[in-house]
């Protein structure tokens, strides 16, 4: 069974910084992976969508990376605002249905 | 296009009353997924249609839960009878063409509290 994991769980940081993001998943035979933000009593927004054969993908200050033969993703942010706070989660979907798993998210906070 | 519009926003039960949970989707999309997201469990599956159709219903918890789409433009999440465990955000996406393949686009969810 696909297991998904983000780290860290929490993250603060001063408005300005790069930061990373994490996420490392257990079986490889995925068909994408995607990135998606969160907002308080929202729902969820498709930030990037990487396809297994890609490398990575790239919107504005965001690039995700994806290394499907270690089973893992990061998530880049440039120059973060205090706008970008957010809970960001990652999730793959299996070549074979249409079951997305997630991890359970990292909660961003980003301090003027 | 407004997105996918999801009804009610909050919704507060007593332990045995039935509850529906509402979605409409964007307009043209195949595929209609309904998610739980829990502090415990993070976002599970439910169950998907495409077009119409339910093709997997395994992450259904229980009997208690059962879901219909009648048409293209509408779906509900029934829960009868509702329990305080089934507390929890409900959301509903819908994608096109090769369903959750594809980005997905998500409601703003319908926060259920059984109490």
């Known amino acids: 069974k696909q297991e998904v994991t983000q780290i860290p769980a929490a993250l603060s940081v001063p408005e300005g910084e790069n930061l990373v993001l994490n996420c490392s998943f257990t079986d490889s035979a995925i068909y994408n992976l995607q990135w998606f933000r969160q907002d308080p009593g929202k729902g969820l927004t498709s930030l990037l969508l990487i396809q297994s054969s890609q490398r990575e993908q790239t919107s504005g200050r965001l690039n995700a990376s994806l290394d499907k033969s270690s089973g893992r993703s990061t998530l880049y942010i440039a120059a973060s605002q205090p706008g970008d706070s957010a809970t960001y989660l990652c999730a793959v979907i299996p070549y074979n249905n249409n079951d997305m798993r997630f991890g359970a998210g990292t909660r961003l906070t980003v301090k003027p | 296009d407004a997105g996918v519009i999801q009804s009610p926003r909050h919704e507060v039960t007593e332990m045995g009353q039935e509850v529906t949970l509402r979605c409409k989707p964007i307009?043209?999309?195949?595929?209609l997924f309904w998610y739980r997201q829990t502090m415990m469990r993070g976002l599970e599956l439910l169950i998907y249609?495409?077009?119409?159709?339910?093709?997997?219903d395994s992450g259904m918890p229980e009997d208690r839960f059962s879901a219909k789409m009648p048409n293209a433009s509408f779906s509900t999440l029934k829960i009868q009878p509702s329990e305080p465990r089934d507390s929890a955000v409900y959301f509903c996406?819908?994608?096109?063409?090769?369903?959750?393949?594809?980005?997905?686009?998500f409601g703003s969810g319908t926060q259920l509290s059984v109490l």
């Open positions: 996406a819908s994608s096109s063409r090769t369903g959750a393949r594809e980005k997905l686009f």
């Open positions: 249609f495409n077009n119409n159709v339910p093709i997997d």
């Open positions: 307009s043209g999309h195949d595929y």
